[in-house]
């Protein structure tokens, strides 16, 4: 399988503030999964450890690390997986 540590879907839940992001990793490695706002300022890390290669899903609730809720808005997803990466916008409504 080619590298392609990249965002399958990035998709609203209906009825539901969460933020549901889909990847794939071909291979083990470390990973780490990010939010970031629109500056490109941490405000969430979601996944930070390693990964076996497949496919994963990850909500994000619309907080920040402290717990506070970030509302709508623009934000960034930042995938890296061992030294790839892939950015992808998300818009919060």
């Not at 794939?24 to 450890?49: K, M």
């Not at 061992?82 to 950015?87: I, P, S």
Request: no cysteine.
């Amino acid at each position: 399988m080619a590298f392609v540590a990249s965002f399958k879907a990035v998709m609203e839940k209906r009825g539901s503030p969460a933020s549901v992001l889909a990847f794939s990793v071909p291979t083990s490695a470390p990973t780490r999964l990010e939010i970031l706002d629109l500056p490109g300022r941490l405000v969430r890390t979601l996944v930070n450890g390693p990964l076996a290669a497949g496919r994963y899903a990850f909500s994000w609730d619309g907080r920040d690390t402290g717990g506070r809720f970030l509302g709508a808005g623009m934000y960034f997803t930042r995938l890296v997986s061992g030294r790839r990466q892939a950015v992808r916008r998300l818009v919060r409504l």
